[in-house]
C-alpha cells in the first residue's frame, strides 16, 4: 500500500486593525475635522467679545447692545458658543428695528474675528403729531418715533379727532398718502400764498381744517380736487377779503361748490 503525504495545514495569523494604515489615517482625518469644528465654533477666537454701534443720537447705545447680545448665543448639541459665523444678522437687523422705532435703517456687519458692527441711520421728524397733551414727531410714513416736549408754539402740527386711544412709540397714526396731502397744502398755504400756519386738524375723510397764525381757518375736502380749491382760496384773498379784514375772519369754507365762501366772527 502507498503511503501518500499531506503537507500540514497552517492557520495564517490575521493583521490586527490598528496596523492597519488607512485606519490611522482615518483617525487623524477625524481628529483634524474636530479640531477645527472646535477651532472655529468654540474656540475664544471668534466668540463675539464686541458690539460696535455707531450712528446713534436718540437711540440708547447701552439698551441696543443689550438686545444684540440676548441674541448672541446658540447651541451646538449640549455646548453654547457665541460664534461670529453663526449669528444671523437678518434677526438681528429684524428685531432692532421692531425694538426702536427711531431707527429708519440699521446695517450689520463681522468685523473679525470678534465684533460685531452695526452703523444705525436714525429716523428725522417730517411733521410734529399732536394728541391731546401730547406731541410726537412722525415719520414719512406716518409712524409717531419720539415724543417732544418744547413744541415752538408757532410749529405746525397736525391732530386726528378720530384717534381716541392712547398713543404710543410706533403707532402708525396716519396713512402716508393723507400725510403726504396735509403737508403738500401746508407748504403751499405758506410758500405761494403767504398764510402762516399753526395747525391741521383732520376731522374725517371728507374734511381737514387748515388753522392759521392769525386764528381764522380754511376747510379742505382731500377727496376732491385740491388745486381747485386752492384756486379758489386764491381769488377769494384777493378780490374779496382786504388784508386787514383777516383779524374778523373765522373760517373760510372750500368744500362745496366753485366758490370759496368766508365766514366772519360774530362780534
Do not use: H
Not at 381716541?164 to 410758500?191: A, M, Y
Not at 379758489?232 to 382786504?242: H, M, Q
Amino acid at each position: 500500500m502507498v503511503k501518500t503525504f499531506r503537507k500540514p495545514y497552517r492557520i495564517k495569523k490575521q493583521k490586527s486593525i490598528i496596523s492597519y494604515r488607512f485606519f490611522w489615517l482615518g483617525v487623524l482625518f477625524f481628529v483634524f475635522i474636530i479640531s477645527i469644528f472646535y477651532f472655529l465654533f468654540f474656540s475664544q477666537t471668534f466668540q463675539i467679545e464686541k458690539i460696535i454701534v455707531t450712528g446713534e443720537e436718540k437711540v440708547a447705545k447701552e439698551d441696543l447692545k443689550l438686545l444684540v447680545e440676548e441674541k448672541l448665543e446658540k447651541k451646538i448639541l449640549f455646548f453654547k458658543t457665541k460664534c461670529i459665523f453663526l449669528v444671523n444678522l437678518n434677526e438681528i437687523k429684524k428685531d432692532i428695528l421692531n425694538n426702536f422705532p427711531q431707527v429708519a435703517e440699521v446695517e450689520i456687519g463681522r468685523g473679525f474675528p470678534d465684533a460685531l458692527n452695526i452703523v444705525v441711520v436714525e429716523k428725522f421728524g417730517l411733521a410734529v403729531w399732536c394728541q391731546t397733551e401730547q406731541c410726537f414727531l412722525v415719520d414719512n410714513e406716518g409712524v409717531i418715533f419720539e415724543e417732544i416736549f418744547d413744541i415752538d408754539p408757532k410749529a405746525f402740527k397736525i391732530k386726528n379727532l378720530a384717534l381716541v386711544s392712547e398713543l404710543k412709540l410706533g403707532d402708525k397714526v396716519i396713512e402716508k398718502e393723507k400725510l403726504n396731502q396735509v403737508l403738500d397744502i401746508e407748504s403751499k398755504l405758506r410758500d405761494n400764498l403767504k398764510i402762516p400756519l399753526t395747525a391741521a386738524t383732520i376731522v374725517s375723510e371728507e374734511r381737514f381744517n387748515i388753522k392759521t397764525l392769525e386764528g381764522w381757518e380754511i376747510y379742505f375736502n382731500p377727496e376732491r380736487d385740491m388745486e381747485w380749491q386752492l384756486t379758489k382760496l386764491r381769488a377769494v384773498l384777493e378780490e374779496e377779503i382786504l388784508p386787514e379784514n383777516r383779524k374778523n375772519l373765522e373760517y373760510i369754507e372750500l368744500r362745496f361748490g366753485n366758490s370759496a365762501n368766508p365766514k366772519y366772527r360774530d362780534y
